[in-house]
Every structure is written in structure tokens, then in C-alpha cells.
């Protein structure tokens, strides 16, 4: 039973919707990134500005520096949020000239100042503020010692900026992701084209069209058109052999039936009693002919499509000594020497009881029926590591060597003519033998006649000892 587990396309859209939002949202995080150290340069550099603007409004008198801000450095750190500004200039003796930063310089930053500019981000007046330090010569006509400008503002613009330059980075990446989601589900719906191409090749066939696919496929359909392809031909070849079997039942019935016919219609001209029980006689013996056959042909009928049904452990050995008892008090077995080989016992393996009592009979009638009166029939069971070997030898005539490989197929029946046999029992042996997972094996025994071996699993959880043969 097939049952809808899902889409195919809605699974490709989610996982590639997954990989998108994973690469997304690392994209979206490096977008904040940058959007922040885009705004702190930006800040950064009006606060080095500003420096420099200060820097060149200092005046010396008296060897004292002295400051005017300049309304342009006021411009410079002038933004729309009103950032509050912060600024301190210090001598070259460390004392502060002017400023309004109070004690929040320290003496070791004041010290990294004569390597370079100074940046720091840190608390005062309840705010956190981006402060900057950097040491300048003053361009003055009585001195030129060196101070050191200190600038910094609040972080409110910064914040704002960064927002800003990230919502229009996330604005672009959910429109690149739209029109992704877009070309992704064209490409997808391209992309299985080719399946629902070869879903309808699929549903016009016909019933009875078994004929190999011929379609141009992408290389990862290539596999399945190749299974569909392979099980057509299966198809194929069992409808085929459903019509030879068809075919040569209807033969084999036709036969005896013909017979009976023309029996009766001879019986029937004449007057005298004795050529009606001839006659009587004659149709006995050929609906019992065909009365087997029939049930034979039900037999391989109902093997060969029934559902097969639980194995269960049972000892093969029990069952072929009490099938061989059976036969041996039977009619038909009277003038042949049927006998039983040594075996071990028990021998478990699992298996159907019914189907397995049908095999040995099927076996030991094939023997009888193709082996001349006198000719002596042995089965036999042997025990190897992981499998049991079930047998049967004749001393008869045996069989052609070229027909070996085909005394399993239906009606076969090794090029003999002159006998009762319907050539369907070895091909009822090999429906059982395959029910089973076993191997049948036919061959000419070593001195005269023919063997048949049954090779069948033994149980795995046998705590019998096994033991090589």
C-alpha cells in the first residue's frame, strides 16, 4: 500500500529555505557588525576633526596656553541628537587647562598618549560616552609644546546610525530573500519537470504495455527509470510463462479429454457389454489422470500465488519418516524398493508443515513414476552447519545431461513419453523449495539413476549441536 508521506517540493523549499535563513542570519549579523563599526568610524573621525580644530585655536601667553573653543569644533561634534560634548586639553606638565571632563582621564591613559591616539568607551555622569585623546604640537609663535586634546560625545547618534544603516541592509536581504523564495520555487518546479514528464508516460500506457521506457532523463532518475524498466521486463517474462503455462495446461488437459471422447463415442456404437466395460475401464483410468492433473495444476497454482503464510520451527526429520511410512503401504509403492537412509535427528528448520509434506510427496511419486518396476529409492537427510540437505536417489535410467536444467520447468518430463508422469511435480518441489529460501539442486547420481537435493535453512536459535557431514 502507498501512502503520501509529504512533498517532495514543499521538503526542497524548506531545506533550502533553512540554508538560506542559517546563511541569512549569519549575513544579518555581520550586516550589524558593520553597520556599527561604519558608524563608529564615522564618529570617530569628527572627534579626531574636532581635536585638530581645537588644536589650532590654542594661544600661548606667558608660556600659558591659552583656549578659546572654537565654535567650529562645536559644529563638528554637532549632530541631530544632541549628543552632549565632552572635552579636556592638558598641558604638557599633566595639568588640565580647561575642559569638562573632570576626573575621568586617567594617568595611564594620559601616559599611552605619547605612543598614539587613545580610544576609549566609558562611563561618566550616569551616561557611557566615546572618548578620544591624541597629542598635538601647538602651532604657536612663543612655543610649540606639545598638549593633549581629549574629545568624546555620547553614544545616542552612534546607536541611531547603526539602526539606521542595519534596517536598510535588512530591508535589501528580505527582498533578496522574496525574490530567492520566487526563483528558488521556479527553479524547483523546473527542476521536476522530468519526473512528472515520466509520471505521465507512466499513466498512458496501457494495461498490457510492458514495453521498455525510452525517455531522456536527468542522471539521478536514471536509476529508477532503469528499475521500472527492469520490472517490465519482469513482468514480461512471468505474463509470458503465465501463457506457456496457459498454454500446455490446456494441452495436457485437451489430451485426455480428446481421449474420453472418442472412448465414449466408440462405446457407444457398439452393442456388446464387454467393449462397454472395456471401454468403462479405459475412462476410469483417464479421469484419474486427469483428475491429478488438475489438482496439480491447482496445487502449483495456489503455491506459486498464495500468500505465504508464518514459518514455524518443526523437525524435518519426523516429517519425512512419517510421509515415507505413509507411502510405503500405498499401491504405487509396492513394486519399487522405497527406502529411508540413516538420518539425524531432529533436524529443526522452519517451515510450512503442508507444503513440506506436499514436497516429499511430490518426490517420492516423481521416483515411482519414472523409474521401472524393481528399481529401488532412497531418501535420505543430512545435516550441515546452517542447512539442512534433503535427497532422493533411483537407480533408473536417470537423465539426458542437456535436460537437467529444465526437469523444474512445468510439463518437462526429462524426454519421456512413456509415462503416466504430468511433468508438473518438480516444478510444485521448486515453488516450495523457493517458499522456503532453499536451494533444489538436480543431477545424475555418481553410479546409476538421478538425485535430487532439497537444501533448506535450519533454524538460527537451534540449540541442537550442528554437525558437519
Known amino acids: 500500500m502507498i501512502t503520501v508521506d509529504g512533498s517532495l517540493k514543499r521538503r526542497l523549499i524548506i531545506w533550502l529555505l533553512i540554508t538560506v535563513s542559517g546563511l541569512g542570519g549569519l549575513l544579518l549579523i555581520e550586516a550589524y557588525t558593520s553597520a556599527k563599526r561604519a558608524a563608529n568610524r564615522a564618529y570617530d573621525s569628527q572627534l579626531e576633526a574636532a581635536s585638530l580644530t ?10 600659558q596656553p591659552i583656549v578659546e573653543m572654537p565654535a567650529a ?16 586639553i592638558i598641558d604638557a606638565a599633566g595639568r588640565e587647562v580647561t575642559g569638562n571632563l573632570g576626573d575621568t582621564i586617567e594617568a595611564s591613559w594620559q601616559r599611552a598618549v605619547h605612543d598614539g591616539p587613545v580610544w576609549r568607551t566609558v562611563p561618566h555622569a550616569e551616561t557611557r560616552i566615546r572618548l578620544h585623546g ?30 539606521e544603516l542595519f534596517v536598510h541592509s535588512l530591508t535589501r536581504f528580505l527582498v533578496m530573500v522574496l525574490l530567492a523564495g520566487l526563483l528558488m520555487s521556479l527553479a524547483i518546479h523546473t527542476a521536476l519537470g522530468p519526473i512528472r514528464r515520466l509520471r505521465r508516460r507512466l499513466r ?16 539521478e532518475l536514471y536509476d529508477l527509470a ?10 514480461r517474462e512471468g505474463r509470458e510463462a503465465l501463457l506457456r503455462f496457459t498454454a500446455d495446461a490446456s494441452h ?8 474420453l471422447q472418442n472412448t465414449s463415442e466408440l462405446a457407444l456404437q457398439s452393442s456388446r457389454p464387454q467393449e462397454w466395460r472395456h471401454a468403462l475401464e479405459t475412462i476410469q483410468r483417464s479421469a484419474a489422470r486427469t483428475s491429478r492433473l488438475a489438482g496439480q495444476l491447482l496445487s502449483l497454482a495456489r503455491l506459486r500465488h498464495a500468500t505465504q503464510e508464518r514459518l514455524a520451527p518443526l523437525d524435518l526429520a519426523t516429517t519425512v519418516r512419517e510421509t515415507v511410512l505413509e507411502w510405503v503401504e500405498r499401491e504405487a509403492a509396492r513394486h519399487h524398493d522405497l527406502g529411508l537412509a540413516p538420518s539425524p535427528a531432529p533436524v529443526f528448520i522452519e517451515g510450512e508443515l503442508w507444503t513440506l509434506k506436499e514436497l516429499i510427496n511430490n518426490l517420492i511419486d516423481n521416483a515411482l513414476r519414472y523409474t521401472p518396476p524393481g528399481s529401488t529409492i532412497t531418501l535420505g537427510l543430512e545435516r550441515h552447519i546452517n542447512e539442512a540437505v534433503l535427497f532422493i536417489e533411483d537407480d533408473g ?15 518437462e518430463r526429462g524426454g519421456r513419453q512413456d509415462t503416466q508422469g504430468s511433468g508438473l511435480g518438480l516444478a510444485i518441489v521448486e515453488s516450495i523449495v523457493k517458499r522456503h529460501d532453499g536451494v533444489l539442486e538436480i543431477h545424475n547420481a555418481p553410479s546409476h539413476g538421478l538425485r535430487i537435493d532439497v537444501r533448506l535453512p535450519l533454524v538460527p536459535s537451534s540449540e541442537e549441536p550442528f554437525k558437519e557431514e
Do not use: C
Request: net charge negative.
Open 54 to 63: 581645537i588644536t589650532e585655536a590654542i594661544q600661548w601667553q606667558d608660556g
Open 73 to 88: 569644533a562645536f559644529q563638528i561634534l554637532a549632530t541631530d541628537h544632541e549628543e552632549r560634548i565632552f572635552y579636556a
Open 134 to 163: 591624541q597629542e598635538l604640537d601647538t602651532p604657536g609663535w612663543e612655543t610649540q609644546e606639545p598638549v593633549q586634546i581629549w574629545v568624546g560625545h555620547t553614544l545616542s547618534g552612534r546607536r541611531v546610525l547603526a539602526n
Open 204 to 219: 498512458q500506457r496501457d494495461a498490457d504495455d510492458m514495453r521498455p521506457l525510452h525517455a531522456r532523463v536527468p542522471r
Open 226 to 235: 532503469e528499475t521500472l524498466n527492469a520490472l517490465f521486463a519482469r513482468q
Open 252 to 259: 495436457q488437459l485437451k489430451t485426455p479429454l480428446a481421449g
Open 397 to 411: 535410467p536417470g537423465v539426458n545431461e542437456e535436460l537437467l536444467g529444465r526437469l523444474h520447468q512445468p510439463f
